[in-house]
């Protein structure tokens, strides 16, 4: 399976922003279900999103209460997937995961694994603390 490797995080006061990066070791393009996850302190891991590339077509969904803070994006040529996130607050202090899976051919496939956290690479994680 692909490699993942997450960089970018650190910490950052309220209201702030960074850009993680997931460098995958082979290409993460067509039919492949990328998603970003995160996991606070003393809470279970969370889902951030997804996106799913379908015939050359990038598809995008967030949990509602990260909608319009956080922007998941691949560049294909790098191999990397991406989360800006923007306006941070203090419950968004969480380790942050990407995973991939190949071989998703729809939309509603990727959404069913990013419901049951089913992905067969992992990142390592990168740590992300926002500070009052």
């Known amino acids: 399976q692909v490699q993942l490797v997450e960089s970018g995080g650190g910490s950052v006061q309220t209201g702030g922003s960074l850009n993680l990066s997931c460098a995958a070791s082979e290409s993460i393009g067509n039919s492949y279900c990328t998603a970003w996850f995160r996991q606070g302190p003393g809470k279970g891991r969370e889902g951030v999103g997804f996106?799913?590339?379908?015939?050359?077509?990038?598809?995008?969904k967030y949990a509602d209460s990260l909608k319009g803070r956080f922007t998941i994006s691949k560049d294909n040529a790098k191999n990397t997937l991406y989360l800006q996130m923007d306006s941070l607050k203090d419950d968004d202090t969480a380790m942050y995961y990407c995973?991939?899976?190949?071989?998703?051919?729809?939309?509603?496939?990727?959404?069913?694994?990013?419901?049951?956290?089913?992905?067969?690479?992992w990142g390592q994680g990168t740590q992300v603390t926002v500070t009052s």
């Open positions: 995973a991939a899976v190949s071989k998703t051919p729809s939309y509603n496939t990727c959404a069913r694994r990013f419901e049951q956290r089913q992905f067969d690479s």
């Open positions: 996106m799913v590339t379908v015939d050359s077509i990038n598809y995008v």
